[in-house]
């Protein structure tokens, strides 16, 4: 068995999935009355809400799908500034409409913060439909963490067990009146969640508390993207694939 010891800060992609799975599918065991298509979405939700948290790092697997590469955002921010200096040069010269280049440099400017704009967009979309349609209070707290995702700091407050836990009782609050399919994909965005924090437990930069921020669960165990973490990965692939068998045959 390889060791667990190591000095890397975090657990990578395929260890939080592989945990978020291994979750959902200790969760779909317990509700064993779901069919096929509950049961798949319950085990899906479960590997997205395993990447969820990360949301609030500029660079995870899952905010890297919603902005250009680092390379293209460098690129981008020069153009950026070049076309808002050829808008400036274009004013001080009196030459016809300079506001173009100002326009290109601003649009620009925001598509290298691609990632920040659409967080905080959603946000606010959430904020507003929760203020014109009385919506149930999850959309406020989900419109308020996405409005301050591209902000708070990595391992802040989006990570802590504070967090999880209003998150829970918003999402089990909402889920508990809806059909069959919103209550399997509640479970198994909890469930992912939840698996993402105890994965982070475990490493040496661990989970804080908001509340109380000398409390803190770090137990330094797992290499970030070494063998230990590869095990661990198949293991929990290997642990939920018995547990679907268990359960459908």
Not at 229 to 243: H, M, P, T, V
Request: glycine letters at 10%; a positive charge.
């Amino acid at each position: 068995m390889p060791s667990l010891k190591g000095g890397e800060f975090k657990m990578n992609r395929q260890g939080h999935i592989g945990l978020a799975i291994l979750a959902g599918s200790a969760m779909l065991y317990v509700t064993p009355d779901l069919s096929i298509m509950p049961a798949a979405v319950l085990i899906s939700a479960a590997g997205a809400g395993g990447l969820l948290p990360d949301l609030d790092h500029k660079t995870s697997t899952i905010s890297n799908k919603l902005q250009f590469s680092a390379r293209k955002r460098k690129q981008l921010k020069g153009l950026s500034i070049l076309s808002l200096g050829m808008g400036i040069l274009w004013f001080v010269l009196q030459q016809p409409m300079p506001w173009i280049w100002i326009a290109a440099g601003l649009i620009i400017s925001l598509a290298s913060r691609l990632r920040s704009l659409i967080l905080s967009g959603l946000g606010l979309l959430l904020l507003i439909g929760h203020e014109w349609y009385s919506l149930h209070w999850l959309t406020l707290l989900a419109g308020v963490a996405l409005l301050i995702m591209p902000f708070v700091k990595h391992r802040g407050i989006i990570h802590s067990p504070e967090f999880a836990g209003i998150l829970s009782l918003g999402i089990v609050s909402f889920t508990a009146t809806q059909p069959v399919l919103f209550q399997a994909l509640g479970l198994g965005l909890l469930a992912g969640w939840w698996s993402h924090l105890a994965g982070d437990a475990v490493t040496v930069e661990g989970i804080r508390s908001v509340l109380l921020p000398r409390l803190k669960v770090a137990l330094n165990l797992l290499r970030n993207g070494g063998a230990a973490e590869r095990w661990i990965a198949r293991s929990c692939w290997l642990c939920s694939i018995a547990l679907w068998l268990m359960i459908f045959y």
